[in-house]
Each structure stands twice: as structure tokens, then as C-alpha cells.
């Protein structure tokens, strides 16, 4: 649908969670074809490059910009965030967290930092190693009933710091409602990030992500209530699994894929536990864990987010 207006959210509406106490920064009409400019901050990683201290912080870690009222929604909902562009800004970072991240052993106690510029040729993240920017949205999520959810970790059934490669411009993010008008937030945009984030901060970007937002009712023809987000694209549907250990997530998302295939696309068990041997893949999404971490240690994931592939080929 081609765009009617475009509302700007500034970083200045950043939040350091998700949460229904939050006053809506913006009240919009889903289905409308509304476009929202989402604008983020890296403040942090600019205060770390200059002082290289964890204790002297004073910027939110992760802050979400937001929250966004959306006319309409009621528990039970789902909001289908279509993502139309990523816009970065002059440079990204890369950091190394000490403790923090696959790679904590071999990075040691040290902090390290680097300010990455991106210009027309790319992001230049070495003096050998320019490349092209493929921006996506971190966190993204909508608020949970009672308290507030971490922009950090664990992920959530509404979403949170999932860090999906796939959150990309192109691609719809499917998020259940649990408040009234859902409260969408956004942050944490990432101008590149390797399947896994073995860093556990990829290439972190200021930058604006431009949405749309549709409403599917829980009485919609067809529809089944999700459990977990679950993100569209042009070739595949992707379930996020949460659970812990990481065989519990797996199995969850597994059961979501043979939920879809049988209840909502009308195939028979048989067909869809075949299908699903055949061609629906498992890989282990971000980082960011599906329970909440030690507090004595809060940058271990406890579970894990992980993400299986249904190829639309086959539907």
C-alpha cells in the first residue's frame, strides 16, 4: 500500500523497557498504510569508545523508541509490522563487552572498541574489509501485561531483543498482544550481524526504521493465537522457538511450524511431520537467551531464542 503519511519518533522517546506504564509516544490507525520512523540510539557504544568503563555509563543500554498505541488491539491479537526501509547513519561500532559474548575467553578483560565508518563503498570494518550494509532491527516488541520487559535479554513471547538477521527492510515481524493498543517498540538497529552475534554486539548502528503496522484479530477467519513472534518474508516463514534448555526451544518452534502447516494451512499430520523432515531448518537465532540470566552474571543467556524455516515453496 503506498504510503499516506510519515510519523517520526525521535531517539529522545527512548525507553529502557517494555512496559504498559509507558505513555504511547504515538497513537496511530492500523491498516492504513501509515508509515513510522523509528529513530534509535548508540549512545552507549559512543560513551564506552571514550571512556572504556562499564561502571561510568549513563546512556540506556538498548533503549527502545516508543511505544506506539495502535487503535484496536486487544489481548489475544497480533500486530504484523511490515519493515519498508532502514536508514543508517554515518558509522557503525563494534565492541567487545569483557565477559559478555561466545568470544569472552579469547577477547579477555580488555575492552575494545572501534568506531566503524559507513559511507557509499560500505561499512569499513578494517583497513582490508569494506562491506555492504545489511541493516535489521535488533529489538522490536510490543508490552507485556504486568511489569516490563528487558530490551537486553532474555526474549519474550511480545518480542524484545531477539536479534534476528531477518528483521530486515522486506520482511513482516508478527507479534502477539497482551495490552490494550500493544504498545509497539523499536530499537537497536544493527548495520550487519552474523547469524548467531558471536560478539554479542554486532555492528551497532544509530539509525531510522520506517514501519507499517496491520491488525489481525483473534477472531479472524483462520488465525491461531502465537506464542512466540514469527517474521515473513518473500521466500519463507520463520518461527521463533523460546525455551529452556535450547532442545525445549527447538521442539517449541518445531511444534509452531506443524501447528501452522495443520490448523491454519489445512494439511494432515502425516503430510506436515514429512514435509517439515524434509525441508524446515533449525538454527540457533541471537544470542540473547528465552529466560532471565543470573543477575550475579547479566550478560549469560540462560535457553536460547532459535528460528525454524518453512520455505513457502512448498505451501
Same mark, same amino acid.
Given at each position: 500500500?503506498?504510503?499516506?503519511?510519515? !510519523?517520526?519518533?525521535?531517539?529522545?522517546?527512548?525507553?529502557?523497557?517494555?512496559?504498559? +506504564?509507558? +505513555?504511547?509516544?504515538?497513537?496511530?490507525?492500523?491498516?492504513?498504510?501509515?508509515?513510522?520512523?523509528?529513530?534509535?540510539?548508540?549512545?552507549?557504544? *559512543?560513551?564506552?569508545?571514550?571512556?572504556?568503563?562499564?561502571?561510568?555509563?549513563?546512556?540506556?543500554?538498548?533503549?527502545?523508541?516508543?511505544?506506539?498505541?495502535?487503535?484496536? *488491539?486487544?489481548?489475544?491479537?497480533?500486530? $504484523?509490522?511490515?519493515?519498508?526501509?532502514?536508514?543508517?547513519?554515518?558509522?557503525?561500532?563494534?565492541?567487545?563487552?569483557?565477559?559478555?559474548?561466545?568470544?569472552?575467553?579469547?577477547?579477555?578483560?580488555?575492552?575494545?572498541?572501534?568506531?566503524?565508518?559507513?559511507?557509499?563503498?560500505?561499512? !569499513?570494518?578494517?583497513?582490508?574489509?569494506?562491506?555492504?550494509?545489511?541493516?535489521?532491527?535488533?529489538?522490536?516488541?510490543?508490552?507485556?501485561?504486568?511489569?516490563?520487559?528487558?530490551?537486553?535479554?532474555?526474549?519474550?513471547?511480545?518480542?524484545?531483543?531477539?536479534?534476528?538477521?531477518?528483521?530486515?527492510?522486506?520482511?513482516?515481524?508478527?507479534?502477539?498482544?497482551?495490552?490494550?493498543? $500493544?504498545?509497539?517498540?523499536?530499537?537497536?538497529? !544493527?548495520?550487519?550481524?552474523?547469524?548467531?552475534?558471536?560478539?554479542?554486539?554486532?555492528?551497532?548502528? +544509530?539509525?531510522?526504521?520506517?514501519?507499517?503496522?496491520?491488525?489481525?484479530?483473534?477472531?479472524?477467519?483462520?488465525?491461531?493465537?502465537?506464542?512466540?513472534?514469527?517474521?515473513?518474508?518473500?521466500?519463507?516463514?520463520?518461527?521463533?522457538?523460546?525455551?529452556?534448555?535450547?532442545?525445549?526451544?527447538?521442539?517449541?518452534?518445531? +511444534?509452531?511450524?506443524?501447528?501452522?502447516?495443520?490448523?491454519?494451512?489445512?494439511w494432515t499430520k502425516d503430510d506436515a511431520f514429512a514435509v517439515m523432515s524434509a525441508v524446515v531448518h533449525s538454527r540457533l537465532g541471537g544470542p540473547t537467551g528465552s529466560e532471565n540470566p543470573d543477575p550475579l552474571h547479566p550478560f549469560d543467556?540462560?535457553?536460547?531464542?532459535?528460528? !525454524?524455516?518453512?520455505?513457502?515453496?512448498?505451501?
Amino acid at each position: 500500500m503506498t504510503s499516506i503519511t510519515e !510519523h517520526f519518533l525521535g531517539k529522545e522517546h527512548g525507553k529502557a523497557g517494555f512496559s504498559a +506504564e509507558y +505513555e504511547p509516544a504515538l497513537r496511530i490507525t492500523p491498516g492504513t498504510g501509515e508509515r513510522i520512523a523509528f529513530e534509535t540510539s548508540d549512545a552507549v557504544y *559512543a560513551e564506552l569508545h571514550g571512556h572504556h568503563d562499564m561502571a561510568k555509563l549513563v546512556a540506556e543500554i538498548n533503549p527502545v523508541t516508543g511505544p506506539v498505541f495502535v487503535e484496536g *488491539a486487544e489481548p489475544g491479537d497480533t500486530l $504484523a509490522v511490515t519493515i519498508h526501509e532502514i536508514r543508517l547513519k554515518d558509522y557503525a561500532w563494534s565492541v567487545s563487552m569483557p565477559g559478555a559474548g561466545a568470544l569472552r575467553n579469547v577477547m579477555g578483560s580488555e575492552m575494545f572498541t572501534r568506531q566503524l565508518p559507513i559511507d557509499a563503498d560500505g561499512i !569499513h570494518v578494517t583497513q582490508r574489509h569494506t562491506f555492504q550494509p545489511l541493516p535489521m532491527i535488533g529489538c522490536i516488541g510490543t508490552a507485556p501485561a504486568t511489569g516490563a520487559n528487558s530490551t537486553i535479554m532474555p526474549s519474550y513471547a511480545q518480542g524484545g531483543n531477539m536479534d534476528l538477521t531477518d528483521c530486515r527492510p522486506g520482511s513482516v515481524v508478527y507479534l502477539p498482544v497482551a495490552v490494550e493498543g $500493544a504498545l509497539l517498540s523499536i530499537g537497536d538497529i !544493527h548495520a550487519m550481524m552474523a547469524e548467531g552475534e558471536s560478539s554479542f554486539i554486532a555492528l551497532e548502528a +544509530e539509525g531510522v526504521a520506517v514501519i507499517s503496522v496491520e491488525l489481525i484479530k483473534a477472531t479472524s477467519p483462520g488465525f491461531s493465537a502465537l506464542r512466540a513472534p514469527r517474521v515473513e518474508t518473500e521466500d519463507e516463514w520463520i518461527f521463533v522457538g523460546l525455551g529452556h534448555p535450547v532442545q525445549e526451544s527447538i521442539t517449541r518452534g518445531y +511444534e509452531d511450524v506443524f501447528k501452522f502447516l495443520v490448523e491454519t494451512k489445512g494439511w494432515t499430520k502425516d503430510d506436515a511431520f514429512a514435509v517439515m523432515s524434509a525441508v524446515v531448518h533449525s538454527r540457533l537465532g541471537g544470542p540473547t537467551g528465552s529466560e532471565n540470566p543470573d543477575p550475579l552474571h547479566p550478560f549469560d543467556a540462560v535457553g536460547a531464542v532459535t528460528v !525454524h524455516r518453512l520455505p513457502k515453496s512448498v505451501l
